[in-house]
């Protein structure tokens, strides 16, 4: 049987959801998928990524990162999408690319395909359920299964208790938060294989 094809798409300003993104990676292929590592297009401006020193910082850090597509998509058999919180919603960088993906939803190819989100804020309060629901939304009209953590283990309590995905507040990605994001991305690859048979 080959491996489950799994897409981790993010976006990250300062790097918090990059850190989620790789931790969730490192688990999905050590569960035993084939993984993609994606980021999505920054849309803001140069100048104003330039204008801020730890923004610039973080683009050039991960300029090696590739760019997510609708090939990626295409070809995984499940995602595992990680953005931050901006006024209860995820990244305007992260729905630009979500918004590209309109012909291959029409094709069916996004269809019962699974799903999964995190995301990040500034503060514990600042719209991580909401972010993570407006993610979910979008995966149901694409056909796709929800796979949240749910309280399926200690480490979602440990880490924050978010039953929708692991939530951060931003610049503190600890050990507690890696543990939740491994067992996300780990049942995330489980129910995939299962609904592949």
């Known amino acids: 049987m080959s491996k489950p094809k799994i897409a981790v798409v993010y976006y990250s300003t300062y790097g918090t959801n990059h850190a989620i993104a790789e931790a969730a990676a490192k688990a999905a292929e050590e569960a035993g998928a084939e993984v993609r590592l994606r980021k999505v297009r920054e849309t803001a401006p140069d100048e104003v ?25 295409g070809w995984a058999d499940g995602y595992f999408f990680s953005g931050p919180t901006r006024y209860g919603v995820v990244a305007s960088q992260m729905r630009a690319f979500i918004d590209t993906l309109g012909p291959l939803w029409q094709k069916g190819g996004l269809t019962d395909k699974t799903f999964t989100a995190t995301t990040s804020a500034g503060n514990a309060h600042g719209g991580q359920e909401a972010t993570l629901l407006s993610l ?11 796979v949240p953590p749910g309280y399926t283990d200690q480490v979602v309590s440990d880490a924050g208790g978010n039953p929708y995905g692991y939530s951060a507040n931003a610049g503190q990605f600890d050990d507690k938060g890696r543990a939740a994001v491994a067992h996300q991305a780990k049942r995330l690859v489980e129910m995939t294989k299962k609904l592949r048979g």
């Not at 090696?64 to 597509?69: C, K, R």
């Not at 979910?136 to 929800?146: E, F, N, P, Q």
């Open 49 to 73: 990524v330039k204008g801020q020193d730890a923004w610039k910082a973080h683009a050039e850090k991960t300029a090696h990162v590739e760019h997510a597509t609708p090939e990626d998509m």
């Open 136 to 146: 979910y939304t979008s995966a149901m009209h694409w056909g796709a299964v929800l």
